[in-house]
Structures are given as structure tokens and as C-alpha cells.
């Protein structure tokens, strides 16, 4: 059973930033590409950020591009998310996924929130 364990979130100040972690662990498997959604109270779940396994360009949601860079250590199996500039409005749960050659997965979600 393939499991994303996900690590980095917390209260933090406007202005100030975070790095969120995840791990994908299992049996072998083929990572295509890992990504990062959000969703905040009362709103749907947002995509944030993708990153390939290929080498090929990172995505960006426009409300993440020039303040978050998504990062990958592929000897780990992990992707990362450094969230910059952080805005209230950045305040959800983050939320991990994976594409991979056994399936697509989930994580178990990060609470960020940001306090001014």
C-alpha cells in the first residue's frame, strides 16, 4: 500500500514562510509526478503546484507563482513546497498527491494557517 506522509505545516505570520514535505513510501512504483492542492473552509480543493518526475517545467496555480517553488529529492521519494510571502488568503489544508505507475494517492493534509 502506497502512503504519502506529509510534514511542515503550523501557524505562522503574514509575510513569513513555510516549507511543506512529502514522503511517498510502498512497494515499488514509478512516480509520474507529485503535486500540491489546498483547500480552505467553505471552498473546494485548489490546485497549488505540480512538479514531473521527468525533468519537465513545474506547474504553478497563478495564486502560487512568484511566492511558492515546488522541489523534488527523487532518491527520496519526496516532494517539497516552499511557500513564500505567505498571505491570509494562503490559509487551508495542504493537501499532498502522487501520480504513480500503481495508482494515484493522497495525503493525509497539512493545516496551514496564517495569522496577521
Known amino acids: 500500500q502506497e502512503q504519502l506522509v506529509e510534514s511542515g505545516g503550523g501557524l505562522i505570520q503574514v509575510g513569513d514562510s513555510l516549507r511543506l514535505s512529502c514522503a511517498a513510501s510502498?512497494?515499488?512504483?514509478?512516480?509520474?509526478?507529485m503535486a500540491w492542492y489546498r483547500q480552505a473552509p467553505g471552498k473546494e480543493r485548489e490546485f497549488v503546484a505540480r512538479i514531473y518526475w521527468s525533468g519537465s517545467s513545474p506547474d504553478y496555480a497563478d495564486s502560487a507563482k512568484g511566492r511558492f517553488i515546488i522541489s523534488s529529492d527523487h532518491a527520496k521519494n519526496t516532494v517539497y513546497l516552499q511557500a513564500n510571502s505567505l498571505k491570509p488568503e494562503d490559509a487551508a489544508t495542504y493537501y499532498c498527491?502522487?501520480?504513480?505507475?500503481?495508482?494515484?494517492?493522497w495525503g493525509q493534509g497539512l493545516q496551514v494557517t496564517v495569522s496577521s
Open positions: 510502498g512497494r515499488a512504483f514509478g512516480i509520474y509526478n
Open positions: 498527491y502522487a501520480a504513480t505507475s500503481v495508482g494515484n494517492y
